[in-house]
């Protein structure tokens, strides 16, 4: 079992930044790949950015040269470092730990982008 509580969201202007958190409880964190999706109004769920369990990264073209995900095995924790903010970037971001058939969801949380 693996909780995930994520933080960091907020309201951001146009062109700023945020570093969103995510940590994570319960055992073997290093063997999951850690994954970042968001979830805008009145549209799907859609995956933003995942890092494997050996560290590698992929990310959905639009957030490519914008956003990094990283983590640390040590600490249990990922994070999702968003640059160049843009209006559609506007969503509930949401934390999730994959492993097969072992799948796991934070609760979310609320990036706005606006002036």
């Known amino acids: 079992q693996v909780q995930l509580v994520e933080s960091g969201g907020g309201l951001v202007q146009p062109g700023g930044s945020l570093r969103l958190s995510c940590a994570a409880s319960?055992?073997?964190?290093?063997?999951?790949?850690m994954g970042w999706y968001r979830q805008a109004p009145g549209k799907q769920r859609e995956l933003v950015a995942v890092?494997?369990?050996?560290?590698?990264?992929n990310y959905v073209d639009s957030v490519k040269g914008r956003f990094t995900i990283s983590r640390d095995n040590a600490k249990n924790t990922v994070w999702l470092q968003m640059n160049s903010l843009k209006p559609e970037d506007t969503a509930v971001y949401y934390c999730?730990?994959?492993?097969?058939?072992?799948?796991?969801w934070g609760k979310g949380t609320l990036v706005t982008v606006s002036s």
């Open positions: 319960g055992s073997i964190f290093r063997l999951y790949d």
């Open positions: 999730n730990a994959n492993m097969g058939y072992m799948n796991y």
């Open positions: 890092i494997t369990n050996g560290g590698i990264t």
